[in-house]
T-cell receptor, first 112, second 111 residues
Framework: DVKVTQSSRYLVKRTGEKVFLECVQD?????MFWYRQDPGLGLRLIYF???????EKGDIPEGYSVSREKKERFSLILESASTNQTSMYLC???????????FGDGTRLSIL | QKEVEQNSGPLSVPEGAIASLNCTYS??????FFWYRQYSGKSPELIMS????GDKEDGRFTAQLNKASQYVSLLIRDSQPSDSATYLC???????????FGGGTRLMVKP
């Protein structure tokens, strides 16, 4: 089974802080994704990566950056956290686009 | 125009009934179709994959794909209260070769 591990289930930070969300997968998948999910808005793609050191913007990249230094790890960075970034953040991986994505447990982030 | 559409619900069915969840998509050359279940506060969990026209059964779940009409559906037989969740449809869109998610349908199974 694919295991996708997100570093925190719940996180509380203050506005202006730099926030790191970590995601690690154990299946040697090339493709990794970061989404946020808000009530009524569904899953929205923030960034994705198809290889080490590679990153592509998704639908809502503003205010975020990512890092993929190793194949198994994909980090989401909030450069200067704001209250409108309070959300559920979900990491996912896939073997290729014709295969399903597998999600981590999610991080519920609150920015105060 | 949304690429993958689902009725947001809630769809309410009595325990033991068949729940029918529908999804339409816009990209005619889509090849891969997935159903996820998401309980409140949890992450999406894959329950079905389907790649060919027709029906695919797995326990109480049946996925149905009709590429000509561009819809995919999920039937849940003998619905249980534990099936109450939001069901997400996901479609591989060859435009950009990305997996696209629908907004989800909330299912409520009443005892």
């Amino acid at each position: 089974d694919v295991k996708v591990t997100q570093s925190s289930r719940y996180l509380v930070k203050r506005t202006g802080e730099k926030v790191f969300l970590e995601c690690v997968q154990d299946m040697d998948h090339e493709n990794m994704f970061w989404y946020r999910q808000d009530p009524g808005l569904g899953l929205r793609l923030i960034y994705f990566s198809y290889d080490v050191k590679m990153k592509e913007k998704g639908d809502i990249p503003e205010g975020y950056s990512v890092s993929r230094e190793k194949k198994e790890r994909f980090s989401l960075i909030l450069e200067s956290a704001s209250t409108n970034q309070t959300s559920m953040y979900l990491c996912a991986t896939e073997f290729n686009p014709n295969q399903p994505q597998h999600f981590g447990d999610g991080t519920r982030l609150s920015i105060l | 125009q949304k690429e993958v559409e689902q009725n947001s619900g809630p769809l309410s069915v009595p325990e033991g009934a068949i729940a029918s969840l529908n999804c339409t998509y816009s990209d005619r050359v889509s090849q891969s179709f997935f159903w996820y279940r998401q309980y409140s506060g949890k992450s999406p969990e894959l329950i079905m994959s389907i790649y060919s026209n027709g029906d695919k059964e797995d326990g109480r779940f049946t996925a149905q794909l009709n590429k000509a009409s561009q819809y995919v559906s999920l039937l849940i037989r003998d619905s249980q209260p534990s099936d109450s969740a939001t069901y997400l449809c996901a479609v591989n869109s060859n435009a950009g070769n990305m997996l696209t998610f629908g907004g989800g349908t909330r299912l409520m199974v009443k005892p």
